[in-house]
């Protein structure tokens, strides 16, 4: 608390070379930390920006924002609705990634698990052991003359339609099944793509980063090396002097 009875931290003020609003300094970024590119695209909007020496965050990801935009649209020509939300998480510093089992099962009906566990046990071998054996037994019962169950005689007329009423509706229930894995590879495939984007994003941004580290060290040293030689020269005269 300040002797006013104020809180300390609003003493503490910036104006921003943007909005040229006063905010305080834990909202403000320096001017001199904002990467080349986008301070490349704050002097064509406005070259005054650096007067204050500070920048707000609000506009820098503003900025960064409509930077983003511009670049994929230079590479891919439009942006997407997955563009978009990959841009507006790197705006909000918010992870993309999202756990897809939760959203499939999230959407998923009982039709759709009841299809799911249909296909599922039809295309195991549980199943197809059980259906020779039971296609076997009914053969031997009407076609073995010793049993005298003879309810469907050859050519088992019954239990050809008893498969083809199998056939017709095991196939549509195995269809539904797969139009659910292909909906579950496309919320994968989404993600994926996501993922990608932001990191590559991301990975460009840290270049970025670095190559303005190592261009201010090399400056740094050239500085450096400059004061020295000017010493050396100076030491140089002080002992040729009589």
Not at 13 to 29: A, F, H, N, W, Y
Not at 62 to 68: G, Q
Not at 108 to 131: E, H, K, N, Y
Not at 211 to 222: A, K, M, V
């Amino acid at each position: 608390m300040s002797k006013n009875g104020m809180p300390s931290h609003r003493r503490h003020l910036e104006t921003c070379g943007i909005c040229k609003q006063r905010k305080p300094v834990s909202d403000m970024i320096s001017c001199e930390l904002v990467r080349d590119s986008i301070a490349g695209e704050l002097d064509k909007a406005d070259p005054d920006w650096r007067e204050t020496g500070w920048i707000c965050r609000d506009d820098l990801h503003d900025v960064r924002r409509r930077s983003v935009e511009e670049m994929i649209r230079r590479e891919r020509g439009e942006l997407t609705r997955l563009d978009r939300e990959v841009i507006d998480s790197l705006s909000q510093h918010v992870m993309v990634t999202e756990n897809t089992e939760e959203t499939y099962r999230e959407a998923v009906t009982l039709g759709d698990r009841i299809a799911d566990r249909t296909a599922s046990f039809a295309g195991s071998w549980t199943f197809i052991l059980a259906f020779l054996g039971f296609m076997i037994v009914w053969m031997a019962v009407n076609a073995l003359p010793i049993l005298r169950q003879d309810f469907d005689p050859y050519p088992f007329i019954l239990l050809n339609l008893l498969l083809s009423m199998i056939a017709a509706f095991q196939a549509p229930l195995i269809m539904m099944s797969q139009r659910r894995q292909e909906e579950k590879d496309r919320l994968r495939s989404q993600n994926d793509y996501q993922i990608n984007l932001k990191a590559e994003l991301e990975i460009r941004h840290l270049h970025e980063k670095l190559d303005r580290i190592l261009i201010g060290q090399w400056e740094r040293l050239s500085e450096i090396q400059e004061a020295q030689l000017e010493l050396f020269d100076e030491f140089s005269r002080d002992r040729r002097a009589p």
